[in-house]
């Protein structure tokens, strides 16, 4: 029987072995099982090799006890030498348990060799003559919109750019530079002012059409703001004059954001004066490119300062749009709304909600504390939002909560709300995705580091479990049709790995290596 078990024991141990050795086959089962299933897998191996071991070494021990004891006359000397063979067979089992056993499988190493997987399909979605198309269909326009979140999904750290990819990026800026409004083509007027006349810089939904779109130009900033880090730089722009000259465009880009704000504080998607005009998207993708402009190129010692008009007034116009969002924040829904102007609404937006929540965070985790309230307002607002990890969001029950909602179940914003009175434009009925929103704000509220600013660890923690155990899902989601649905999952993916050590964020090098070696053939 002892034999019997310990060969059924050896078994399962090189199995688990197996299992947590080889890479694929440990993804391939997570993919299948989903992050939960497969740790509960790891702990049945785990309990039963304990079990069968344990159970070899006790008949083992019976045997030897019955040499020493049972057939002989029992003295005290074989009493002890039976006790501890039992100890040492004891010990022994658990050291080699202990040892044979792979580590506790990890959601993090699947999640960078997918964030690897989705780059791959970004940066090979390039076209010859730059730039990217809005979906993976080869009938589908080329668009400045995908094209700046894509660059901005690769550059963003940690960093994707490599040599092989490095030059399909330069050439992904050549064409975002070649379709500016603000390089003499035909210009549109919005309330006796183009986006191009007031800022010299602007881009459409798409290429043919000349009236610059707010939240365009904001991701167009964020790709630039990320390719200009440190460790991507060089590799985009090589020389040190065309080093600068990203830096001066992305300088004429944060003008035009900060041209277009509006005096209440928010963000209209066209160039106007009328705050009834402002959308929650506008603004919250505009004040993103601020607060990474703040926090990532005004910090940034190694490139040549921004003009003074733009760093003397940056920190005010983060704070006024922060203020904006506060203000337009919709508490009977415990939610943000895309048209806050529109009256007697009733749909919460949890995407759109999400994104706002983990924009505001970057706008106040340097050097800018939310003044007067607003700070226990934001700690309110997302311990609210938490609390639907497990429990429906009001008036919205069939959406369920975040551990059972389907990835593809995502809001869009109401028909009328794509109306702007009086101007002979509509704006984009967007889609809000709330899968990658929901994992990037759990991400960075489940920081130590903010712990004592925001009061929330512990909710953030059990909405990151949640979105950790569904993330085979959230990737599967993510490697769909549409270009924006692969890069803000990617970035999202990203802010995860990054909220996971506090001496900066890296993808597994192996990995890295392969991609490029694939990348190459």
């Given at each position: 029987?002892?034999?019997?078990?310990?060969?059924?024991?050896?078994?399962?141990?090189?199995?688990?072995?197996?299992?947590?050795?080889?890479?694929?086959?440990?993804?391939?089962?997570?993919?299948?099982?989903?992050?939960?299933?497969?740790?509960?897998?790891?702990?049945?191996?785990?309990?039963?090799?304990?079990?069968?071991?344990?159970?070899?070494?006790?008949?083992?021990?019976?045997?030897?006890?019955?040499?020493?004891?049972?057939?002989?006359?029992?003295?005290?000397?074989?009493?002890?030498?039976?006790?501890?063979?039992?100890?040492?067979?004891?010990?022994?089992?658990?050291?080699?348990?202990?040892?044979?056993?792979?580590?506790?499988?990890?959601?993090?190493?699947?999640?960078?060799?997918?964030?690897?997987?989705?780059?791959?399909?970004?940066?090979?979605?390039?076209?010859?003559?730059?730039?990217?198309?809005?979906?993976?269909?080869?009938?589908?326009?080329?668009?400045?919109?995908?094209?700046?979140?894509?660059?901005?999904?690769?550059?963003?750290?940690?960093?994707?750019?490599?040599?092989?990819?490095?030059?399909?990026?330069?050439?992904?800026?050549?064409?975002?530079?070649?379709?500016?409004?603000?390089?003499?083509?035909?210009?549109?007027?919005?309330?006796?002012?183009?986006?191009?006349?007031?800022?010299?810089?602007?881009?459409?939904?798409?290429?043919?059409?000349k009236w610059g779109v707010t939240e365009v130009t904001g991701w167009v900033a964020l790709a630039y703001i990320y390719a200009l880090s440190p460790?991507?730089?060089?590799?985009?722009?090589?020389?040190?004059?065309?080093?600068?000259?990203?830096?001066?465009?992305?300088?004429?880009?944060?003008?035009?954001?900060?041209?277009?704000?509006?005096?209440?504080?928010?963000?209209?998607?066209?160039?106007?004066?009328?705050?009834?005009?402002?959308?929650?998207?506008?603004?919250?993708?505009?004040?993103?490119?601020?607060?990474?402009?703040?926090?990532?190129?005004?910090?940034?010692?190694?490139?040549?300062?921004?003009?003074?008009?733009?760093?003397?007034?940056?920190?005010?116009?983060?704070?006024?749009?922060?203020?904006?969002?506060?203000?337009?924040?919709?508490?009977?829904?415990?939610?943000?709304?895309?048209?806050?102007?529109?009256?007697?609404?009733?749909?919460?937006?949890?995407?759109l909600t999400a994104q706002v929540l983990y924009v505001i965070n970057l706008a106040r985790v340097k050097d800018y504390p939310l003044r007067d309230?607003?700070?226990?307002?934001?700690?309110?607002?997302?311990?609210?939002?938490?609390?639907?990890?497990?429990?429906?969001?009001?008036?919205?029950?069939?959406?369920?909560?975040?551990?059972?909602?389907?990835?593809?179940?995502?809001?869009?914003s109401h028909d009328s709300d794509r109306y702007l009175p009086g101007l002979p434009f509509m704006i984009e009925s967007s889609t809000f995705l709330?899968?990658?929103?929901?994992?990037?704000?759990?991400?960075?509220?489940?920081?130590?580091?903010?712990?004592?600013?925001?009061?929330?660890?512990?909710?953030?923690?059990?909405?990151?479990?949640?979105?950790?155990?569904?993330?085979?899902?959230?990737?599967?989601?993510?490697?769909?049709?549409?270009?924006?649905?692969?890069?803000?999952?990617?970035?999202?993916?990203?802010?995860?790995?990054?909220?996971?050590?506090?001496?900066?964020?890296?993808?597994?090098?192996?990995?890295?290596?392969?991609?490029?070696?694939?990348?190459?053939?």
């Amino acid at each position: 029987m002892a034999g019997v078990l310990s060969i059924v024991a050896a078994t399962l141990v090189a199995a688990a072995q197996m299992i947590g050795a080889l890479k694929d086959v440990s993804t391939k089962l997570w993919e299948w099982l989903g992050i939960s299933q497969f740790v509960f897998l790891h702990y049945f191996m785990v309990g039963v090799v304990v079990v069968l071991t344990f159970g070899a070494a006790f008949f083992a021990w019976l045997w030897i006890n019955r040499a020493l004891v049972q057939v002989r006359v029992p003295t005290d000397r074989r009493r002890l030498a039976s006790a501890s063979i039992a100890i040492a067979l004891a010990a022994f089992c658990s050291i080699v348990t202990y040892s044979a056993m792979p580590s506790t499988p990890q959601l993090e190493p699947h999640i960078s060799k997918h964030v690897i997987e989705l780059n791959e399909r970004l940066a090979s979605s390039f076209e010859q003559k730059g730039g990217i198309r809005v979906s993976s269909h080869p009938t589908s326009i080329r668009q400045v919109w995908a094209t700046a979140q894509s660059i901005a999904a690769i550059s963003r750290p940690p960093s994707n750019v490599t040599r092989d990819n490095s030059n399909e990026m330069r050439k992904g800026f050549h064409y975002i530079q070649d379709v500016s409004l603000g390089k003499g083509q035909a210009e549109v007027q919005c309330i006796g002012a183009s986006l191009s006349q007031e800022s010299g810089v602007g881009w459409g939904y798409i290429d043919e059409l000349k009236w610059g779109v707010t939240e365009v130009t904001g991701w167009v900033a964020l790709a630039y703001i990320y390719a200009l880090s440190p460790e991507n730089r060089k590799l985009i722009w090589p020389t040190e004059s065309e080093q600068r000259a990203a830096l001066k465009e992305l300088g004429e880009i944060l003008r035009a954001l900060m041209t277009l704000q509006l005096s209440e504080g928010g963000w209209a998607p066209i160039a106007t004066t009328r705050n009834d005009y402002a959308r929650t998207y506008s603004t919250v993708i505009a004040l993103w490119a601020l607060a990474e402009a703040h926090n990532k190129i005004l910090s940034d010692n190694s490139l040549e300062p921004m003009e003074p008009e733009i760093t003397a007034n940056l920190e005010n116009q983060i704070r006024k749009g922060v203020l904006w969002l506060d203000l337009n924040y919709t508490p009977e829904l415990e939610s943000w709304v895309p048209n806050p102007s529109r009256p007697s609404q009733t749909e919460s937006f949890e995407g759109l909600t999400a994104q706002v929540l983990y924009v505001i965070n970057l706008a106040r985790v340097k050097d800018y504390p939310l003044r007067d309230n607003l700070e226990d307002k934001y700690q309110d607002r997302l311990k609210s939002f938490y609390k639907h990890t497990f429990l429906d969001f009001p008036l919205q029950s069939k959406k369920g909560t975040f551990g059972k909602r389907a990835m593809r179940t995502n809001d869009r914003s109401h028909d009328s709300d794509r109306y702007l009175p009086g101007l002979p434009f509509m704006i984009e009925s967007s889609t809000f995705l709330w899968g990658p929103w929901v994992l990037a704000l759990c991400s960075v509220s489940n920081r130590p580091s903010l712990d004592e600013t925001t009061g929330v660890a512990a909710e953030a923690a059990a909405m990151c479990r949640v979105m950790g155990e569904r993330a085979n899902e959230l990737m599967a989601f993510a490697r769909g049709e549409f270009t924006y649905v692969t890069a803000e999952t990617m970035l999202a993916a990203k802010v995860y790995l990054c909220s996971k050590t506090e001496q900066g964020c890296t993808l597994d090098q192996s990995l890295m290596d392969k991609s490029s070696k694939v990348a190459r053939r």
